[in-house]
């Protein structure tokens, strides 16, 4: 079955120590989001990949930073963890039809639970 | 500026039951209007769509929603409820004007389906 699938589902890291979420999909959509989701409140996003063109949402602190090699693949970096860093980080996707409308539903990955000591 | 509202926390509803999550939505021109359900520990699932065209909107599992122009809502209905149904819900609306596909969530439902 075409998913998105993300590794690993938990991570621990610990206080300013580097660490990298990926995220991978087999639905060959060229739209990949990283959202982030704490507690049960609703997933904020933090940036998106049309294709290779970075979109980065204005609030996204510095110390997030991603990447996308190719069309399957895509990275979340977290250059220094902080203890308000933990959370449920969600990769998404969706496909962008010619008309060049975000009319697609996106397809979600289970998530990776980061938690920072 | 573009906002979405679940003016519930929580949904009580006995198994069997009709079931209601409420949505309310705020854009400029025309809406594009989902819902999802998230499970403890899993990622979101879309449930349904409105993009134009019927008002009454079938999607997974049995639900439907109604989109009402007027009332500017999108509520999440299911004729009969289920325990297994007992989750987070999030209404989400993105913009027609839109050209990134961000989707603006609302700040979810629980929905807890009792036997």
């Known amino acids: 079955d075409a998913m998105v699938i993300q590794n690993p589902r938990y991570q621990v890291t610990q206080f300013g120590k580097p660490v990298t979420l990926s995220c991978s999909q087999t639905l060959n959509h060229n739209v990949m989001y990283w959202y982030q989701q704490k507690s049960s409140q609703a997933p904020k996003l933090l940036f998106h990949?049309?294709?290779?063109?970075?979109?980065n949402e204005a609030d996204t602190p510095d110390n997030f930073q991603s990447r996308r090699p190719n069309t399957s693949f895509c990275f979340l970096d977290i250059r220094s963890p902080g203890l308000g860093d933990a959370a449920m980080y969600l990769c998404?996707?969706?496909?962008?039809?010619?008309?060049?409308?975000?009319?697609?539903?996106?397809?979600f990955g289970p998530g990776t639970r980061l938690t920072v000591t | 500026a573009q906002s979405v509202a679940q003016p519930e926390d929580q949904v009580n509803v006995a198994e069997g039951n009709p079931l209601t999550v409420k949505c309310t939505y705020s854009?400029?021109?025309?809406?594009?209007l989902f819902w999802y359900v998230q499970y403890p520990n899993r990622g979101l699932q879309f449930l349904l769509k409105?993009?134009?065209?019927?008002?009454l909107v079938k999607g997974s599992y049995g639900f439907e929603a109604e989109f009402n122009k007027s009332q500017t809502s999108f509520h999440l209905k299911k004729p009969s409820a289920l325990v297994s149904d007992s989750a987070l819900y999030f209404c989400a609306v993105r913009g027609e004007s839109g050209n990134t596909g961000k989707l603006i969530f609302g700040q979810g439902t629980t929905l807890q389906v009792k036997p």
């Open positions: 854009v400029s021109g025309n809406p594009y």
């Open positions: 990949y049309y294709d290779k063109d970075f979109n």
């Open positions: 409105y993009i134009t065209g019927d008002n």
């Open positions: 998404a996707t969706a496909a962008r039809g010619s008309d060049r409308l975000f009319n697609y539903e996106q397809y």
